[in-house]
């Protein structure tokens, strides 16, 4: 077993070329991985072979990809101020479905807090609405998108305050206690369940893909009762293999470890 998971942040437009503009990288990295003779599988695939509950052979040339932060960016098409029309990531997905006849598959991480959204909007975006979740239903009714937990709030550093009980933001290490794990990441679950219900949310992506061994040790394997999550992703470089920890799942990151497509090439080659 060997996949690699590529994540790609929605919000990242400052451009309309590739290193500036996580959609048109997406676009161009899809048809790539087509091209290399790879296929595209759901994140959930990849832990239930690692969980033992799958066959590994179902990962054969496969790669996962995965969304962080969740806005409006992953679902619609926008009218962005100064760079014009964006196709949302969905839209993005289904256009190289319908061009390729490929199966198409991506899992977002979504900021779970409406009230956290609200701000961020106003504090990350332009204040026009674009954090809301009207969308988590129908993509998960749809099944090109996955709903799942990227925290309550990200203990996001332009929040006036986060569910971390000291206000010791703008990192995940800080979430190292039972009660803002608690806060952060069962909280979460919660609520998405209660949202999304009959789907139950059971992967988790790290803020800042940052975790701690308070985390990876103890909260996440041992209170599974409490939080229901099955596996956790950060953002160190490198493909999911057998051994790979499950509170631990590596994946690459658009902008941080590849920003041009023959690097990505040569990632996945490696
Ligand atoms: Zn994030």
Redesign the pocket.
Known sequence: MRVPVLTY?SNNISGNDYARNDHVALAEDLRLIHRAGLRIVPLARVVEVLLGEAAGSTLDGAVALSF??GSWFDWHDIEHPSCGLQRGFAGILRDFAAETGSAVHATS?V?VSPEARTELDRTCLVGRGWWGDDWWGAAQREGVLSIES??WD?N?HTLAVTAQREQRKGTFRSIDNHVDADAQIRQAADWLDALLAPHQSSLF?Y???ESNDYLVREYLPRFMHQHRLRAAFDTEAGPVHASSGRWQLPRYVCGQHWTAPEDLARLLDE
């Open positions: 942040h962080d932060d991480f900021i990227h925290s990200h996001h992506a803020p800042y893909g």
